[in-house]
């Protein structure tokens, strides 16, 4: 019977207990654990005490815990992985959406010690006619749910199959041009409309950070937007990459959000009393499909093809990009969380090429170090 105390790795003043004993059955017994206490003194008198224990009840059998299906891991899954790291509450939805409805129908009833390579392309196969970020997404909350797994002990760490995601295709985005942006404002036909269409279109900013625009974010002194919240059924979070941004107003955009200022007396620029026929409080938001229903009526009016609310995102970008504006300006401003996603629209930047050719024969600058 033996008790040995050595430090514990990486941890100062705590101290590693490994014991080694023969049980009443003639067993032989050894146990390592991390002290509970802190102190040479103090680990070695929690060991004796331990081994006293082992000595007459004897080491507790540790109850096997059953490995869970990918379907009754989801709610353990959302909690450990998602809810602990403070995630989006937009994010924790997407990823139950993805559980249930893109991996549940698959391997929904598989124990998570089941999910193998052959699985895995499994549920490939059965989502390739679905686009590939689809795709991609079900792979990925996947492989973060096996990990999860791992890391709660529920399967061995080996077991972790290779998961590739699939490359996907790039695809232009759809905006309106030069004059049929223009045309879609002239159509608003009120200022809360007005306002409304330029902050998506001048201001480039995603329609749940638009319905959760307040005044106090409207910086009249200084021209600028400070995007910090973004609306999303009901829940007031961050934006998209959890990140505030300034955007510098346009003229028009400036003096459209002074002439709907006097408006409102609630916090939100876009109050539902603003647009409702009816009696509505001031500190309610406008509903999500309102700007969806003005858009079709604008885009009719002004004899423009049909779109969402998110083609005014598209539509600042993309006439960003091709004005010239470099992909990491148009990055700030869009609040991209990758440079790749803001590269989608870098096709649309006139001459670039060109003028990086033509440089090259311009006369070197002046200052720089010899080699």
Sequence with gaps: MTVTIRPYRGHKDHYEVDISITLPNGQAYRERRKAPTRGKAAARSWGRERERYLLQHGPRERRKETVPTVREFENRYIQEYHQSKHHKASTIEDARQTIRTLLGPIVGDLRLDQIDVSQVQRVRSRLAGKHAHTVNKALSTLSTMLKCAILLGLIPAGSLPTIKRLKPKSSPRDFWGFDEYA?????????????????????????????????????????????????????????????????????????????????????????????????????????????????????????????????????????????????????????????????????????????????????????????
């Design 183 to 371: 045309r879609l404002i002239d159509a608003t036909a009120t200022p809360v409309e007005r306002v409304g269409v330029l902050l998506g279109g001048d201001a480039g900013l995603r329609w749940g950070e638009i319905r959760g625009l307040h005044w106090d974010s409207v910086d009249f002194d200084r021209g600028v937007l400070i995007v910090r919240r973004s609306l999303w059924r009901g829940v007031l979070d961050v934006p998209k990459n959890g990140k505030s941004r300034e955007v510098p107003m346009t003229a028009r955009l400036c003096e459209a959000l002074e002439a709907l200022s006097g408006q409102g007396s609630g916090p939100y620029v876009l109050c539902r009393a603003m647009v409702s026929t009816h009696r509505a409080a001031p500190e309610h938001p406008v509903g999500q499909q309102w700007l969806l229903q003005r858009l079709r009526r604008l885009c009719s009016a002004a004899k423009v093809k049909r779109r969402g609310p998110h083609t005014l995102r598209h539509t600042f970008c993309s006439h960003l990009a091709m004005r010239g504006i470099p992909a990491r300006v148009i990055q700030e401003l869009a609040g991209h969380a990758s440079l790749m996603t803001t590269e989608c629209y870098m096709h649309l930047a006139p001459g670039l090429t060109h003028a990086a050719i033509a440089s090259l024969e311009a006369p070197p600058p002046v200052g720089l170090p010899h080699p």
